[in-house]
């Protein structure tokens, strides 16, 4: 059968593209995202239905998938692999989401009738805090270290909350560049904060 047949060599190719990027080919690794990018925003979209967050969602189940490149199992298409992580990445934020819109003002319905949720006392919201600012410090020192290219791309989507699209427009870039030199910066922070956590 034709389809099949696709389908088979497709996935030939990807294994093949997947050693590669083990072995540390970073062109292998754009092809497979420039591969299911697409059909993975549109896979995310249906779940979010929010076009602003589609993006960063997409880009951060490519890092999470790349992350454990190492424990793809063969026996299985790489497409069904990613789009598992991708659609598990998904569902993680929107629980998130759903936890963070709680409202502290609304009663909540428990077993002994209606209760308010209390706020916690000074001492911890300073604690919280101080530990929010430690963060924002490293992940500030974590950006400092990146390359420039990088550098810059990073502070203009994340410090300056740009598009891709007026990252490209503004940088002269094709889009591709962008999203990828994102992709990019994202695993070298990754890589970073994590050292820096080891260290502690």
């Known amino acids: 059968m034709p389809e ?3 389908a088979t060599e497709s996935s030939r190719k990807d294994r093949v593209l997947v050693d590669a990027a083990l072995s540390g080919d970073q062109q292998a690794y754009h092809k497979l995202v420039d591969k299911y990018q697409r059909a993975l925003y549109y896979h995310i979209l249906k779940l979010v ?3 602003d967050v589609v993006d960063d969602l997409v880009q951060e189940a490519f890092s ?3 992350d454990c490149l190492d424990t793809y199992n063969r026996s299985y298409a ?3 692999w990613i789009y598992r992580i991708a659609t598990n990445h998904t569902i993680d934020y929107l629980r998130k989401k759903k936890l963070q819109t709680l409202s502290i003002d609304e009663p909540v ?3 002994d009738g209606e209760m308010k949720i209390e706020i916690a006392d000074e001492g911890s919201q300073s604690d919280r805090e101080i530990i929010r600012k430690q963060r924002k410090e490293m992940v500030r020192s974590a950006i400092e270290s990146l390359p420039e290219k990088y550098r810059i791309v990073v502070r203009m ?3 300056q909350e740009m598009s891709y699209e007026e990252i490209s427009e503004e940088l002269d870039l094709p ?3 962008v999203k990828a030199h994102i992709f990019r910066a994202r695993e070298l922070l990754n890589k970073h904060l994590k050292d820096r956590l080891t260290a502690y």
């Open 157 to 159: 989507r994340h410090m």
């Open 4 to 6: 099949k047949q696709t």
């Open 175 to 177: 889009l591709g560049t």
């Open 64 to 66: 999470k998938a790349f």
């Open 49 to 51: 239905r929010n076009r």
């Open 109 to 111: 319905q428990g077993k």
């Open 78 to 80: 790489f497409s069904t």
